[in-house]
């Protein structure tokens, strides 16, 4: 056998996209399945952050990933990072290593172009991937509760976000992982890319399936707090959130004018990879559970554990940032 592996184009990644859309085709028909990915790569930071591979043996797709250049801020020092999403191999090639095969080219190409780190999350059990020296990295999944403004939602003007208000995102996204021993280096062309993909998802997904609502308070013509969220089967996923107020009032308020929309509805479950030390007033964890999806981490250079180990609380990573 001659494995190949090649940038996951034309005909290969036809047979990628057949191959994992059953997967994670996530309420979007074969068609929109493939427009997602296309117009995620037609973002700026997409184009140049983003593509998929594919190990081949002859005209045979064996497994795919997709694959990013990021950026993680580790104990406080900037790292290159690549990151491995979308692990797959067709069921007619398993059995054979090829995912590891795939994943062992991958690494040694990222050392070659200087990346430092890589990072993926695994969906199966994580011990095949600490059998390539991957390590978890722990993260919670957090139930809330919010106090509910009785006589109607806060006195506060709420309204859609849009490109004006990125920068001011970047520095409160800034502030909150400061004093994070692991967190995404976010720029303002990753946080666009996160916030459109979301919509993208949302906008080929057949109608009312799934909404995604991006809201900002403003004061001083600034936004001085911010909310992404994801919206299925009466479910909230809050992507990521940010206010200047270290205390994050306004960010609760966001969440009491959200639920005020619903009166007299059974209130969503809302859940988030909520970062510890952000507690808003109007609001509680009321539980807090390992994410399903374990992220997972290894240096590139050198074998040794990347970090001494690391708690939940000293982890900023938001669930837009999952991969």
């Known amino acids: 056998m001659s494995f190949h592996v090649v940038p996951a184009t034309g005909a290969v990644l036809q047979q990628v996209l057949d191959d994992t859309f059953p997967l994670w085709g996530d309420g979007l028909s074969r068609e929109n399945y493939g427009k997602s990915w296309t117009a995620q790569l037609k973002t700026p930071w997409g184009r140049q952050h983003l593509d998929r591979v594919a190990l081949v043996d002859g005209p045979h797709v064996l497994s795919s990933a997709k694959r990013y250049d990021l950026s993680l801020r580790i104990d406080g020092r900037i790292r290159r990072v690549l990151g491995i999403g979308a692990v797959f191999t067709a069921t007619a090639h398993r059995g054979r290593g090829c ?8 690494l040694d190409t990222a050392v ?3 990346q430092e780190f890589a990072m993926l999350f695994s969906e199966i059990a994580p011990a095949f991937y600490e059998r390539l020296d991957f390590v978890p990295v722990p993260l ?3 139930t809330l509760d919010i106090d509910q403004k009785r006589g109607g939602a806060p006195a506060m003007l709420v309204r859609s976000g849009d490109e004006r208000d990125l920068p001011s995102i970047v ?9 994070a021993r692991l967190a995404l280096d976010r720029s303002e062309e990753l946080i666009r890319f996160m916030i459109t993909r979301k919509r993208i998802q949302s906008g080929f997904a057949p109608s009312g399936y799934r909404n995604t609502e991006f ?3 403003e004061e001083g013509h600034q936004a001085v707090a911010y909310l992404v969220s994801t919206e299925q089967d009466g479910r909230w996923m809050i992507e990521e959130a940010g206010d200047r107020d270290p205390a994050g009032a306004r960010l609760g308020a966001i969440l009491q004018v959200m639920l005020a929309r619903h009166p007299g509805e059974r209130l969503p479950e809302i859940k988030c990879w909520w970062p510890h030390a952000l507690v808003p007033p109007q609001l509680k964890v009321a539980a807090a559970t390992p994410t399903q999806e374990v992220l997972m981490i290894r240096p590139l250079r050198d074998r040794i554990l990347p970090l001494p180990p690391l708690a939940a609380a000293e982890v900023v990573y938001w669930h837009s940032d999952y991969f």
């Open 99 to 106: 995912a590891r095969e795939l994943l062992v080219r991958m």
């Open 112 to 114: 070659t172009e200087g």
């Open 140 to 142: 919670l999944e957090s």
């Open 171 to 179: 520095e409160m996204s800034a502030s909150r992982s400061a004093g």
């Open 215 to 217: 809201l900002v308070v």
